[in-house]
Structure formats: structure tokens, C-alpha cells
């Protein structure tokens, strides 16, 4: 079965840096680009971006460019997000969601458990 | 980018009762691009509907998603207990992807 599993939570201090993981199974992981969402505390949900696992190719949304960095392991069929000069509203849970398109939709099938990062000094 | 709207904020209902919720978009979506999830505290959203109108495997004929162009509903037809949560409409039609803000259905 498809699962996409994410470790734990993080404390980290203003201005450092953040990398989570995403390790995929149960489907090929190459064959599905992989999205990135977080979510503050209490508020809704925000796309950050997407992976193509397969080439490496990337998308971030404008809010995050020049601070995140995504990249895969393919050996390990694991995506990783990399967000620097953390502020503390950057504290969230983030998630690494896959998207599954069926011409003519598209969704987010399966979802990480997220990963909370906090943010303080 | 494509702004939603959800409203209301908050849903108080009694299971057995019916809700429609809203989502309206600044801008039109093609149905085939708007999503719905459903997300309980201290879990990852889950899938309900795609395509405007398309249930998720597994989703109960009680959820029932409808609308195009600007406004897009989601009715769920006899609240049962495990449907009080927060449920977001998301738009796929084009970058940045975005979501509505949310409506809370509670008790």
C-alpha cells in the first residue's frame, strides 16, 4: 500500500535551517511528482511546491523562492525539503503530499503524517 | 493566483443535519481542477472529493460535491459523528496551488 512517512518534529532556532523527509513506498516513487504543504498552528493550509522525483526538476512558490530547497533520493525513494533563515512563523507541520493526475483531474491522494518544526530561541 | 473563499467559517450542526459548505473562487476553475479534503486535529487531510463532483475511494455517498466556474459546494446530507472536522476546498487549475481557509463543522 502506498504510504508516505515522515519523522517526528524539530526544534529549531531563528535563522537556521530545516530539511525534512518524506520516505515513499508501495508505488513507484519516480512516477509521481511530489508536493510540499504546511500548516501553522491553528490556521490553514499552504503549497509550497513540487518535486519531480523523476528528473529533479522543481516549482516553489513564489513566498518560498530563495529560502527552500527540494531534492530526492531516488535510492531511497525519499524526498526532502530544505527551508533556511527560519523565522518563527515558519513554525508548522509540514507535509510532503502526492499528487495523482487521471486526465482530466488532478489531487493530492496520500499525505505524509507531517513533520511539526518549531521555530524559537 | 486563484484566491478561494470558504464560508462559513464555522458550521454548528447536530449529527443527523445537513451541510453545505462553500467555496468560491476570485477567479473561474474548471470543475475538473477543484478539490475537496477533510482533516481532523493532529492529522494530515484526507481526500474526499475531485473533479468538483468525484468521490474519493472509500468516501460515503453522504459527501456530495457539485458546482463549476466560481462557486463550489460540498454538501454532506446526515452529519454522523466522525464528520465534525475542518474541510478545505484546494484549486488545481493552475500555479500557485492554493486552498480556501477552511470551514469548521462542529457540534
Known amino acids: 500500500q502506498v504510504q508516505l512517512v515522515q519523522f517526528g518534529a524539530e526544534v529549531k532556532k531563528p535563522g537556521a535551517s530545516m530539511k525534512v523527509s518524506c520516505k515513499a513506498s508501495g508505488y513507484t516513487f519516480t512516477g509521481y511528482y511530489m508536493h510540499w504543504v504546511r500548516q501553522a498552528p491553528g490556521q490553514g493550509l499552504e503549497w509550497m511546491g513540487w518535486i519531480n522525483p523523476n528528473s529533479g526538476d522543481t516549482n516553489y512558490a513564489h513566498k518560498f523562492q530563495g529560502r527552500v530547497t527540494m531534492t530526492r533520493d531516488t535510492s531511497i525513494t525519499t524526498a526532502f525539503m530544505e527551508l533556511s533563515r527560519l523565522r518563527s512563523d515558519d513554525t508548522a507541520v509540514y507535509y510532503c503530499?502526492?499528487?495523482?493526475?487521471?486526465?482530466?483531474?488532478?489531487?493530492?491522494?496520500?499525505w505524509g503524517q507531517g513533520t511539526l518544526v518549531t521555530v524559537s530561541s | 493566483e486563484i484566491v478561494l473563499t470558504q464560508s462559513p467559517g464555522t458550521l454548528s450542526l447536530s449529527p443527523g443535519e445537513r451541510a453545505t459548505l462553500s467555496c468560491r473562487a476570485r477567479?473561474?476553475?474548471?470543475?475538473?481542477?477543484l478539490a475537496w479534503y477533510q482533516q481532523k486535529p493532529g492529522l494530515a487531510p484526507r481526500l474526499l472529493i475531485y473533479?468538483?463532483?468525484n468521490r474519493a475511494t472509500g468516501i460515503p455517498d453522504r459527501f456530495r460535491g457539485s458546482g463549476s466556474g466560481t462557486d463550489f459546494t460540498l454538501t454532506i446530507s446526515r452529519l454522523e459523528p466522525e464528520d465534525f472536522a475542518v474541510y478545505y476546498c484546494q484549486q488545481f487549475a493552475e500555479l500557485p496551488l492554493t486552498f480556501g481557509g477552511g470551514t469548521k463543522v462542529e457540534i
Open positions: 477567479q473561474s476553475v474548471s470543475s475538473t481542477y
Open positions: 473533479g468538483a463532483s
Open positions: 503530499a502526492r499528487i495523482y493526475c487521471s486526465s482530466p483531474s488532478c489531487y493530492f491522494d496520500y
